[in-house]
């Protein structure tokens, strides 16, 4: 075959190899900017559905009163108790998730036998798969009733939804927190284990080290789930909006007075209608500044870790 004709092919088959590329590539930078638009989207829906309603109410009233009653006379929309509940339930279901969930990813990576960890590690993200409605009524039916032996706790109360919470948010932590330790290269712990270091200190000084960006994102994703979780609050959490928020009373989170208004238990008026987007837009800005923060913290973290 004369040399012409193979180099004519050569630039067949580099020319058909670039358009596959480019291709693959133009793909690729679509599928990351649909998630960019889909928050963007989500934003502009929010901000334009929650007009109506701060064109009667205030910014400053909504966001510093301390009464909420949409429906009463005279009405009253401060979001200071519902936001309240939320950050003191959330506060509790981390309480609970994050020392269990990073315990159990220390005793999976560093501690458990093979037979063991391929036993207790699917079980463990079976929890997950569990309906967030189940665990609602878990806490409603045995936890809250537990708890009164020994707590002055009302039927429905913050406690008991933000330790189910806890409970159900664990896996995530626990899992993913696993997934990043038992990835850490085993060269870091054979070199720590060189230098006369025992494993805790090893897991200390070395492995949560490298892997705290990972963990911090376990810790992230704990965060934003349990500030968004609707069906564990909305069964045993309440829908008494108190302030200060007591979590041995009734509180109404964010999400379960979401659900109050989108379900029809107030009148479907216009102005509370949109209220719901107010509330949602606060709800949305509330998770996406969380994640900005501690996405700058663990950047620091990692520098220092560095």
Same mark, same amino acid.
């Given at each position: 075959?004369?040399?012409?004709?193979?180099?004519?092919?050569?630039?067949?088959?580099?020319?058909?190899?670039?358009?596959?590329?480019?291709?693959?590539?133009?793909?690729?930078?679509?599928?990351?900017?649909?998630?960019?638009?889909?928050?963007?989207?989500?934003?502009?829906?929010?901000?334009?559905?929650?007009?109506?309603?701060?064109?009667?109410?205030?910014?400053?009233?909504?966001?510093?009163?301390?009464?909420?009653?949409?429906?009463?006379?005279?009405?009253?929309?401060?979001?200071?108790?519902?936001?309240?509940?939320?950050? #003191?339930?959330? !506060?509790?279901? @981390?309480?609970?998730?994050?020392?269990? &969930?990073?315990?159990?990813? =220390?005793? %999976? $990576? +560093?501690?458990?036998?093979?037979?063991?960890?391929?036993?207790?590690?699917?079980?463990?993200?079976?929890?997950?798969?569990?309906?967030?409605?189940?665990?609602?009524?878990?806490?409603?039916?045995?936890?809250?009733?537990?708890?009164?032996?020994?707590?002055?706790?009302?039927?429905?109360?913050?406690?008991?939804?933000?330790?189910?919470?806890?409970?159900?948010?664990?896996?995530?932590?626990?899992?993913?927190?696993?997934?990043?330790?038992?990835?850490?290269?085993?060269?870091?712990?054979?070199?720590?284990?060189?230098?006369?270091?025992?494993?805790?200190?090893?897991?200390?000084?070395?492995?949560?080290?490298?892997?705290?960006?990972? #963990?911090?994102? !376990?810790?992230? @994703?704990?965060?934003?789930?349990?500030? &968004?979780?609707?069906?564990? =609050?909305? %069964? $045993? +959490?309440?829908?008494?909006?108190?302030?200060?928020?007591?979590?041995?009373?009734?509180?109404?989170?964010?999400?379960?007075?979401?659900?109050?208004?989108?379900?029809?238990?107030?009148?479907?008026?216009?102005?509370?209608?949109?209220?719901?987007?107010?509330?949602?837009?606060?709800?949305?800005?509330?998770?996406?500044?969380?994640?900005?923060?501690?996405?700058?913290?663990?950047?620091?973290?990692?520098?220092?870790?560095?």
């Amino acid at each position: 075959m004369p040399a012409s004709d193979e180099g004519i092919r050569g630039q067949k088959f580099a020319r058909l190899r670039r358009g596959k590329e480019g291709a693959v590539r133009a793909l690729l930078l679509l599928c990351a900017l649909s998630a960019l638009g889909v928050i963007v989207a989500t934003l502009a829906a929010f901000v334009y559905e929650s007009v109506p309603f701060f064109r009667v109410v205030p910014l400053g009233e909504f966001l510093g009163g301390t009464r909420w009653a949409p429906v009463h006379e005279p009405a009253s929309y401060g979001i200071l108790p519902l936001l309240g509940a939320t950050l #003191v339930i959330t !506060a509790i279901a @981390l309480g609970v998730a994050v020392p269990l &969930g990073f315990l159990a990813a =220390v005793f %999976l $990576a +560093a501690y458990a036998p093979p037979r063991l960890r391929a036993l207790l590690k699917p079980a463990l993200e079976m929890l997950a798969g569990v309906p967030t409605v189940v665990y609602g009524f878990f806490a409603l039916r045995f936890v809250t009733p537990f708890l009164q032996r020994f707590l002055p706790v009302g039927f429905w109360n913050g406690l008991s939804a933000g330790l189910v919470m806890g409970v159900m948010i664990t896996p995530y932590m626990a899992s993913l927190s696993d997934d990043v330790l038992y990835a850490v290269p085993r060269s870091l712990w054979e070199a720590g284990y060189a230098l006369g270091a025992r494993r805790p200190t090893v897991l200390l000084r070395v492995v949560v080290p490298a892997g705290l960006s990972g #963990v911090g994102a !376990a810790f992230i @994703l704990a965060l934003t789930r349990a500030i &968004g979780e609707t069906m564990i =609050v909305a %069964l $045993a +959490a309440g829908r008494t909006p108190a302030w200060p928020p007591n979590p041995l009373q009734p509180l109404l989170p964010l999400t379960t007075a979401l659900v109050n208004i989108a379900t029809g238990d107030h009148e479907a008026g216009a102005l509370i209608w949109s209220h719901l987007f107010a509330i949602g837009l606060l709800l949305f800005l509330l998770t996406f500044t969380l994640n900005v923060l501690s996405h700058r913290v663990l950047r620091r973290f990692r520098g220092r870790a560095a």
